[in-house]
């Protein structure tokens, strides 16, 4: 079964299933669309967790149209927003090896998990991967991703607990450049962005690839679909420690849309490149926004 | 861009307070300002639109157009509204049962894990011995994660059944009647409300054990779907209580009003960091205050008296209420604050105004040392009184704590501004709030 049909599946099992119902009233009138069908949109994008500024804003942009273009622009402008160029392809290889991606984000998003996925999709497309186990944090972090490697046959290097993840960055990346790995993929440990002795260790381990002449390590920030407007100061605040290059938008197979996505990707211009669907190595999944917005009416 | 809801809904009551008098339209305004503040805050949208209906359905009654001070009279309404969203009283555990079980259930991520190991923690020091259960047998390492935290804090541990969530719980019940445990807490595996085979699982253990708490573990940065998973998790297993995670960031809670408004489960605590005392009880009426800007200097007062002693709590608090610490003071306290926990949980606790400080004045258990390193070099006459502390006396000091002179005069500068500040707040509070204190405490 294809992704989204399984999405849309997962989704319409949810209460709010407003599609059939929208197409219905949008489509009836060609007068001016009405104050009721303003309001439903505004209840739409708000639930979806936009935010009150962006729906004010997206409204006011469709408030003379005619209902069915009002939709339809609306729909537009939300895709729009979303469709922002990847500063490189993930999936391609550097020439001096290895590529280096590493997952941040704040606790409990789905970075260890994500990580396993990435190692999982690049290993697909024959390349060689290798898992970094850098959260030597959190009970038990180290034990998560080697349980996946172990099952999945990646590559790791481990820390210790309570040890310095920049420490496991330098060996890992030694590791990987000998043993030619094309993609050392960082698992870090959670961190609430307000935490500033947290946030500094990025600086050290940017500082070590840096000294490996390793300049352009992709940094993937994970966002779980269910966080509301916190989710934008997330990713201001890590991306003042890290340059975030992509977002992944893990646990969209629940009720909660994701929609803090579109505040964070309409003010950073940081494109979400993959999404999570399930606990499986393969729910993981390209970011498409067309279909990303059509879930928001379904 | 994104101020906190405190600062916006202090925003909105100053203006207010300002007027003599409020036409309709003013309350018009003030109410879709608030409305504005609670959405921003990720307060559900069908919660925040019940409750700026009930702020106006009272507004509008007589008493605002006819009051002497109107202002006075919304700031009280939405008040009394937020606590009586948030629950009116502080909810203790069951505890029932031979022994007595208590389960946590919630999605993934959002800190079962953790939780249980802090809620064992908390009980053991109310002299419980609890056992700690794994039954998480989906989610790898999982088991592990809660075996290396009962073995840190010493709380007894039975490991998962990798075949069956139900066999683990019923393995734990029967071990901790043999060796005399209770309660036993329950780690279930993370699951989504709408997986129907996971929820049954659930209904099992439930129906098999009776467990006399189930406790819904929610993250306290979920947006909008949090009324969607708690309905969901309501209705299946019948919930006694939440716990909201995460508070330590700068989330705004709209959650935890939402969750309690459409279930109607108490919130029983809320988890404040990583580490294991992490924990606290949850006080409906203190976190409204903290919404409203009024801080939660009640349960900062309440943690300095676990740390210190009875006699220097009380001189802290009289301190903190009078706004009359010197250096000297600041000093002393800077060892209880230190042993209060990481400093930023403990700027997140005071009044609004001041959680400004947390951002602007980066300060970290680090600069705290610095501070205290120059304090020290300080002369009693010079703590007491910064006023005489010339270019010369600097040097010293600057000498003396191995800082440079830049350093002693922003702290002094900081010292002064901060105190100001803190003078202005709670005069203003005192005057605004005066009429509410009375039902705070
Ligand atoms: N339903 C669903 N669950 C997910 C998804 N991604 C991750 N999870 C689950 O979410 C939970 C947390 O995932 P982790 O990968 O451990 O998250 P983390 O960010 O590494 O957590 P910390 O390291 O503790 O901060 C686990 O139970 C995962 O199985 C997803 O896309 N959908
Ligand atoms: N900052 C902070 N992190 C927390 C809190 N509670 C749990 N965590 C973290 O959140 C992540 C997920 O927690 P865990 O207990 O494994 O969640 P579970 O999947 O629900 O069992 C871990 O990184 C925890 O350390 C809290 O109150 N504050
Ligand atoms: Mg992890
Ligand atoms: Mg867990």
Same mark, same amino acid.
């Given at each position: ?298 | ?79 009394? /509204? =937020?606590? %009586?969203? *948030?629950?009116?009283?502080? #909810?203790? &555990?069951?505890? !029932?049962?031979?022994?007595? @079980? ?94 129907? /085979? =996971?929820? %049954?699982? *659930?209904?099992?253990?439930? #129906?098999? &054990?009776?467990? !006399?708490?189930?406790?819904? @573990? ?224």
């Amino acid at each position: 079964m294809n992704f989204w049909n399984q999405i849309n599946q997962k989704l319409s099992k949810t209460r709010n299933n407003f599609s059939s119902r929208i197409k219905e009233t949008f489509s009836r009138s060609t007068d001016k669309i009405s104050q009721e069908q303003l309001e439903e949109l505004e209840e739409i994008l708000l639930l979806a967790d936009l935010g009150p500024d962006l729906t004010d804003y997206l409204i006011s942009e469709i408030k003379n149209e005619n209902p069915q273009d009002g939709l339809t622009k609306l729909q537009q402008q939300l895709t729009d927003i979303l469709k922002v160029d990847a500063a490189e392809d993930v999936l391609i290889p550097t020439s001096d090896k290895p590529k280096v991606i590493l997952i941040a984000g704040v606790n409990g998003t789905g970075k260890t998990t994500s990580a396993a996925k990435i190692a999982y999709l690049l290993t697909e497309q024959d390349n060689k991967v290798m898992l970094a186990a850098a959260d030597t944090f959190r009970a038990a972090g180290i034990e998560q991703l080697e349980n996946w490697a172990k099952k999945y046959d990646f590559d790791l290097i481990k820390g210790q607990y309570g040890g310095d993840a920049a420490a496991v960055v330098h060996d890992s990346y030694d590791a990987a450049h000998s043993r030619n790995v094309d993609y050392l993929i960082i698992d870090t440990a959670g961190r609430l962005h307000t935490k500033k002795n947290l946030m500094n260790e990025f600086n050290k381990i940017q500082k070590v690839l840096n000294n490996k002449n390793c300049h352009r390590c992709h940094n993937l920030l994970v966002l779980d679909a269910t966080v509301g407007l916190n989710g934008l100061q997330q990713v201001q605040i890590f991306n003042q420690y890290i340059p975030v290059h992509g977002l992944i938008v893990t646990k969209l197979d629940g009720t909660a849309k994701g929609g803090c996505v579109f505040p964070v990707v309409h003010q950073m211009r940081i494109p979400v490149q993959f999404i999570g669907v399930g606990e499986g190595i393969e729910d993981f999944q390209f970011f498409d926004p067309e279909k990303f917005v059509r879930g928001l009416f379904n | 861009m994104f101020e906190n809801l405190t600062s916006r809904i202090t925003t909105v009551f100053t203006s207010l307070k300002r007027k003599g008098y409020l036409s309709e339209k003013d309350v018009d305004n003030a109410i879709r300002d608030i409305r504005r503040a609670l959405l921003q805050a990720d307060v559900n949208f069908q919660v925040v639109k019940e409750f700026c209906q009930n702020i106006k359905q009272q507004a509008v009654g007589e008493r605002v157009y006819k009051s002497l001070r109107p202002g006075d009279v919304v700031v009280k309404i939405v008040h009394d /509204q =937020l606590v %009586e969203l *948030l629950g009116q009283e502080y #909810s203790p &555990l069951k505890l !029932s049962g031979m022994p007595p @079980v208590i389960m946590l259930v919630g999605l993934q991520g959002s800190g079962k894990t953790t939780t249980a190991a802090k809620l064992a923690n908390s009980l053991t020091k109310q002299n419980y011995k609890p056992l700690l259960s794994a039954c998480d047998n989906r989610r790898p390492a999982a088991s592990e994660q809660l075996e290396i935290l009962a073995q840190k804090n010493q709380i007894d541990f039975n490991p998962v059944d990798p075949l069956s969530a139900l066999k683990s719980a019923e393995k734990a019940v029967e071990i901790a009647r043999k060796k005399y445990l209770n309660p036993v807490i329950l780690d279930t595996a993370g699951r989504l409300h709408i997986e129907h /085979q =996971l929820m %049954e699982e *659930l209904k099992d253990i439930k #129906s098999k &054990l009776n467990p !006399s708490d189930i406790l819904l @573990v929610v993250d306290a940065m979920t947006g909008q779907d949090a009324v969607n998973l708690a309905e969901s998790f309501n209705k299946e297993l019948g919930l006694t209580g939440i716990i909201l995670t995460k508070l330590d960031g700068d989330t705004r809670g709209g959650a935890a009003l939402s969750i309690r408004q459409v279930t109607g489960v108490p919130i029983k605590y809320v988890g404040t960091g990583e580490k294991i005392d992490d924990l606290m009880q949850f006080y409906p009426k203190r976190m409204a205050s903290r919404i409203l800007g009024m801080g939660d200097i009640v349960s900062l007062v309440e943690k300095a008296q676990e740390v210190t002693e009875q006699e220097d709590a009380e001189k802290f608090a009289r301190k903190l209420r009078k706004m009359t610490f010197t250096l000297d003071d600041f000093l002393q306290q800077l060892q209880n604050v230190k042993k209060l926990g990481p400093l930023e949980n403990v700027l997140s606790m005071l009044p609004g105004g001041m959680s400004g400080l947390k951002n602007d004045a980066e300060i970290s258990d680090k600069q705290l040392a610095k501070v205290e390193a120059i304090i020290r070099s300080m002369t009693i006459e010079e703590r007491n009184n910064p006023k005489i502390i010339n270019v010369s006396r600097k040097n010293r000091i600057a000498r003396g704590s191995g800082n440079k002179i830049v350093e002693v005069t922003k702290l002094i500068k900081q010292f002064e501004n901060t105190k100001k500040m803190m003078k202005k707040m709670m005069g203003k509070q005192q005057k605004s709030f005066s009429h509410l204190t009375k039902k705070f405490n």
